[in-house]
């Protein structure tokens, strides 16, 4: 087996530098996978911009990166349902609280993750298709199905009655919506979701009954119209500022709950260097106040509105339920699309920072996604 290299930061506001990193060593329940394909998430570009702050305890340095597809090459006591020579698709927890933020991050030539966070790949699904779907379908499973989020009944995913309950799902076209969508049709729920109109075509083949254009002023009253007199089992808001119009949605439907997956304000707004700056100060006092006060709204009104943490799942029934229940014959069947689009944007672990700052410029129905290792004979 050859030598391990990484994609590492060494702190908070730096470029990534490649260089070797260890050898990882799977554990109990854990999979060694040689990496073939990485996407990048906003989860990266923040951390990068923002590390101290919202994931102060990481040590650095330290390897980014959550979305790996490539090959099983070792497995640890107890990772019964993989072997050897497996190809699948992983969500790399290295940098959550209490995780290995060097063995367990996905920007590298070899990594470790949870048996139980991976799935197996149909023969004819690339790594590249593949890699977008870790932490959207996590994020997105967490805020529907965790307790502390919607609460919906995920108990008999892919083989659910229909109900007569909606699920709002505000940006059904980033990547966390697109998989919203298609797990509360499994579950059995009807969905209305918003996107730009040339996305609307595509969030109804994915399940959604309705959508709505966001950039329409009245959307809100159009989505509570449209719902009428049916029950709202929870609301989704996942787009940058969506929590308000959610929560006049929520408030006209009598829905209780809101779980949310992106913050009030954008944290690319601010420079990537280390100190206070005018426009550092500026977005956390916006960051704040306009928290505290949708908290302060949607408590008057018996609302709760709660931020999504998608590892959530990692300790929960939900992920065995979506990811190893679920996953496994949806990939197979087609019934679960892999969404967003892959777009490719280079090789080798040297294009990642290349494919975050292209993030950071804004991305529609697409995940950026860069491919490794590709001298090798195999897919």
Same mark, same amino acid.
């Given at each position: 087996?050859?030598?391990?290299? =990484?994609?590492?930061?060494?702190?908070?506001?730096?470029?990534?530098?490649?260089?070797?990193?260890?050898?990882p060593k799977? *554990? =109990?329940?854990?999979?060694?996978?040689?990496?073939?394909?990485?996407?990048?998430? #906003?989860?990266?570009a923040?951390?990068?911009?923002?590390?101290?702050?919202?994931? +102060?305890? /990481?040590?650095?340095?330290?390897?980014?990166?959550?979305?790996?597809?490539?090959?099983?090459?070792?497995?640890? @006591?107890? @990772?019964n349902?993989?072997?050897?020579g497996?190809?699948?698709?992983?969500?790399?927890?290295?940098?959550?609280?209490?995780?290995?933020?060097?063995?367990?991050?996905?920007f590298?030539?070899?990594?470790?993750?949870?048996?139980?966070?991976?799935?197996?790949? #149909?023969?004819?699904?690339?790594?590249?298709?593949?890699?977008?779907?870790? /932490?959207?379908?996590?994020?997105?499973?967490?805020?529907?199905?965790e307790?502390?989020?919607?609460g919906?009944?995920?108990?008999?995913?892919?083989?659910?009655?229909p109900?007569?309950?909606v699920?709002?799902?505000?940006? +059904?076209?980033?990547?966390? *919506?697109?998989?919203?969508?298609?797990?509360?049709?499994a579950?059995?729920?009807?969905?209305i979701?918003?996107?730009?109109?040339?996305n609307?075509?595509r969030?109804?083949?994915? +399940?959604?009954?309705?959508?709505?254009?966001?950039?329409?002023?009245?959307?809100? =009253?159009r989505?509570?119209?449209?719902?009428?007199?049916s029950?709202?089992?929870g609301?989704?808001?996942?787009?940058? +500022?969506? @929590?308000?119009?959610?929560l006049?949605?929520a408030?006209?439907?009598?829905?209780?709950r809101?779980?949310?997956?992106?913050?009030p304000v954008?944290?690319?707004e601010?420079?990537?260097? !280390?100190g206070?700056?005018?426009?550092r100060?500026r977005?956390?006092?916006?960051? *704040?106040?306009?928290? @505290?006060?949708?908290?302060?709204?949607? !408590?008057? !009104?018996?609302i709760?509105?709660?931020?999504?943490?998608?590892?959530a799942?990692?300790?929960?029934?939900?992920g065995?339920?979506?990811?190893?229940?679920y996953l #496994?014959?949806?990939?197979?069947?087609?019934?679960?699309?892999?969404?967003?689009?892959?777009?490719?944007?280079?090789?080798?672990l040297?294009?990642?920072?290349?494919?975050i700052?292209?993030?950071?410029? *804004?991305?529609?129905?697409?995940?950026l996604?860069v491919? /490794?290792? #590709?001298?090798?004979?195999?897919?």
């Amino acid at each position: 087996m050859s030598d391990n290299s =990484a994609a590492w930061i060494d702190s908070p506001y730096a470029d990534l530098t490649i260089r070797d990193a260890p050898m990882p060593k799977p *554990g =109990a329940g854990q999979l060694l996978v040689e990496v073939r394909a990485v996407a990048v998430n #906003p989860l990266d570009a923040i951390i990068q911009s923002n590390g101290t702050v919202m994931y +102060g305890w /990481l040590l650095y340095p330290v390897i980014l990166g959550e979305d790996v597809a490539g090959v099983v090459v070792g497995t640890g @006591a107890d @990772a019964n349902d993989f072997a050897v020579g497996d190809r699948v698709v992983a969500y790399a927890m290295g940098l959550e609280k209490g995780r290995d933020a060097v063995s367990e991050s996905g920007f590298q030539a070899y990594v470790v993750v949870d048996a139980r966070l991976a799935v197996a790949l #149909p023969a004819a699904t690339t790594f590249e298709d593949a890699a977008v779907l870790p /932490l959207a379908v996590s994020t997105a499973a967490a805020g529907l199905f965790e307790k502390d989020q919607l609460g919906l009944d995920f108990s008999r995913l892919a083989d659910a009655a229909p109900r007569d309950d909606v699920v709002v799902i505000w940006g +059904g076209a980033t990547a966390v *919506g697109g998989n919203a969508i298609q797990l509360a049709r499994a579950a059995g729920y009807r969905v209305i979701t918003t996107a730009s109109k040339k996305n609307h075509e595509r969030m109804r083949r994915l +399940g959604a009954e309705a959508v709505f254009d966001y950039r329409d002023p009245a959307v809100a =009253a159009r989505i509570v119209d449209e719902i009428g007199d049916s029950a709202v089992a929870g609301v989704l808001a996942i787009a940058v +500022g969506s @929590a308000e119009p959610c929560l006049r949605i929520a408030r006209a439907t009598g829905a209780t709950r809101i779980a949310m997956a992106s913050p009030p304000v954008s944290f690319y707004e601010q420079p990537r260097r !280390r100190g206070f700056s005018p426009a550092r100060i500026r977005l956390f006092l916006k960051l *704040g106040t306009r928290t @505290a006060l949708l908290q302060v709204r949607s !408590r008057a !009104r018996g609302i709760r509105a709660s931020f999504i943490w998608g590892s959530a799942i990692a300790t929960s029934p939900v992920g065995p339920a979506v990811w190893g229940e679920y996953l #496994p014959g949806a990939l197979a069947s087609g019934s679960h699309q892999l969404y967003p689009e892959a777009r490719i944007v280079g090789e080798g672990l040297s294009a990642i920072q290349e494919a975050i700052d292209i993030l950071r410029c *804004g991305v529609s129905a697409q995940k950026l996604v860069v491919r /490794l290792d #590709p001298a090798s004979p195999r897919s």
